[in-house]
């Protein structure tokens, strides 16, 4: 199960060992859904990973944008990483306090912002203190750190990008939805967005990538769940979700199979929603 790679995704038993490295940075990216009643960075303060700084997912956006967390601009990426202590030559980890849900939306920031040396932590918090790992709830003594950034574009697509790629159907668009807000039959919990899905997508809950103990799958089983979904060798696919958040679920998962043909939606349903002149479907994937 365990299938540890530094680049996508590393077990509870990795970072145990690595917890000493010097140039281990572990990143605590834990976020809630709005009216979920948790406060993420309370949480942090309170319990986490020795050594862990707080990335601020909602904060380390584009605030330019009207659109929940956006990818920040370089230049914004740069600065709250360096301030965090992150930067070039370290080998960071993320985690999350639901297991893996919110952490893999920063490990893709990470690559967008051309970083590699960066994994995700299989079952998170949750697992890690199921195991009997410490925490603490000090902050880390935090030293600046250079970091160099190449933003790789091809990473991330826009609205635009996104119906061209619909009304050509030359990508798979993959939704990591709930089946019932997939199909319009739920309510979206953000007022104001319509329910459906970009016309021609295909579903894959982000839940169907998980265990029932909240770690991700291996990747037979990843596999079995994109090609059941629908997801076929070498068409390229774009993730999407309800902002953004678990369409990153799935892009690690396929990054775990070996497929780097894949992009994120980044305005997701919170934008695809909000606006009467794009088509939308309902009902099950035709």
């Known amino acids: 199960m365990a299938q540890d790679d530094p680049r996508t995704l ?25 009216g979920s009643g948790r406060d993420a960075r309370a949480e942090y303060e309170a319990a986490h990973v020795p050594g862990a700084r707080f990335f601020d997912i909602d904060e380390i956006s584009d605030h330019r944008s009207d659109l929940p967390h956006m990818a920040p601009p370089v230049e914004k990426f740069i600065s709250r990483l360096r301030a965090m202590g992150v930067g070039d030559g370290h080998q960071v980890v993320i985690y999350d ?4 849900f919110s952490a893999p939306r920063v490990w893709w920031l990470f690559r967008l912002m051309g970083k590699t040396d960066v994994a995700v932590l299989n079952g998170g918090l949750p697992r890690w203190l199921a195991e009997g790992h410490p925490v603490e709830d000090t902050p880390p003594v935090v030293r600046d750190r250079h970091m160099t950034v190449m933003r790789r574009n091809g990473l991330v697509r826009d609205v635009t990008q996104t119906a061209r790629a619909a009304k050509l159907g030359d990508h798979t668009i993959l939704d990591a939805r709930a089946p019932e807000r997939f199909r319009g039959e739920a309510a979206e919990p953000r007022p104001g967005l319509r329910a459906g899905h970009i016309p021609g997508a295909r579903n894959l809950p982000y839940t169907e990538l998980l265990t029932e103990d ?8 990843l596999r079995a769940a994109f090609d059941a979904a629908g997801v076929a060798p070498g068409r390229p696919v774009i993730t999407t979700c309800g902002s953004g958040i678990t369409a990153a679920v799935l892009a690690l998962g396929l990054a775990r199979i070996g497929r780097e043909d894949w992009s994120l939606y980044d305005g997701s349903w919170a934008e ?4 009467g002149d794009l088509p939308i479907e309902t009902g099950a994937p035709r």
């Not at 909240?214 to 089983?221: C, L, N, S």
């Open 10 to 34: 590393v077990s509870t038993d990795w970072l145990a060992r690595h917890l000493a490295d010097p140039d281990l940075r572990i990143l605590d990216a834990s976020w809630h859904m709005p």
């Open 97 to 100: 306090a639901t297991g893996v």
């Open 214 to 221: 909240g770690r991700m799958k291996d990747p037979d089983a």
């Open 272 to 275: 695809w929603g909000a606006y």
